[in-house]
T-cell receptor
Framework: SQELEQSPQSLIVQEGKNLTINCTSSKTLYGLYWYKQKYGEGLIFLMMLQKGGEEKSHEKITAKLDEKKQQSSLHITASQPSHAGIYLCGAGSTSYDKVIFGPGTSLSVIP | DSGVTQTPKHLITATGQRVTLRCSPRSGDLSVYWYQQSLDQGLQFLIQYYNGEERAKGNILERFSAQQFPDLHSELNLSSLELGDSALYFC??????????????FGPGTRLLVL
């Protein structure tokens, strides 16, 4: 079955610093999603990537998809305390019928 | 606000009991998904309904069942509850059928605590 790995597992950065979170799939990626979750709350959709080489940005968050490496990266520029939370990547399963999620990366931003 | 609503927000019950979680999808969305999130298992897909019909199943226990009604709201029924069923249960919705290729919008979740 398809699995998603995320690295790092957790991250603590100083406010203003840049950071990158990676998501790697064990199988071919069909649709890659990034969500953010505050502890104990619902998931907030950030962006979806579908094509190899695709790159999307929302405010200070940029995500890229490398189909060949079966990997996506999420980059935050000039981090702020509001960026703190758990970032989850999700990918469409090979049968297209469901999304499988990674274990999440916990981000803390120190003012 | 994603537009997906879930009730109740919190639920505390005892082992062996049965509970029902409710979800209303975003206006216009025909698919509803149920997920379970726990510390040790992460976010696990349980089941998907599309326009009233079951479309995909994940790691859903036989003690759990779901349905989607004509007005498209969905209910997740959990019975013979065990301590290990304590988790956050999320509902998500999307426009169409291709659950793996469509953006899913998540509700705020129902926190279930089984004592």
């Amino acid at each position: 079955s398809q699995e998603l790995e995320q690295s790092p597992q957790s991250l603590i950065v100083q406010e203003g610093k840049n950071l990158t979170i990676n998501c790697t799939s064990s199988k071919t990626l069909y649709g890659l999603y990034w969500y953010k979750q505050k502890y104990g709350e619902g998931l907030i959709f950030l962006m979806m990537l579908q094509k190899g080489g695709e790159e999307k940005s929302h405010e200070k968050i940029t995500a890229k998809l490398d189909e060949k490496k079966q990997q996506s990266s999420l980059h935050i520029t000039a981090s702020q305390p509001s960026h703190a939370g758990i970032y989850l990547c999700g990918a469409g399963s090979t049968s297209y019928d469901k999304v499988i999620f990674g274990p999440g990366t916990s981000l803390s931003v120190i003012p | 606000d994603s537009g997906v609503t879930q009730t109740p927000k919190h639920l505390i019950t005892a082992t062996g009991q049965r509970v029902t979680l409710r979800c209303s999808p975003r206006s216009g969305d025909l698919s509803v998904y149920w997920y379970q999130q726990s510390l040790d298992q992460g976010l696990q897909f349980l089941i998907q309904y599309y326009n009233g019909e079951e479309r995909a199943k994940g790691n859903i226990l036989e003690r759990f069942s779901a349905q989607q009604f004509p007005d498209l709201h969905s209910e997740l029924n959990l019975s013979s509850l065990e301590l290990g069923d304590s988790a956050l249960y999320f509902c998500a919705s999307s426009v169409g059928l291709a659950g793996g290729l469509e953006t899913q919008y998540f509700g705020p979740g129902t926190r279930l605590l089984v004592l």
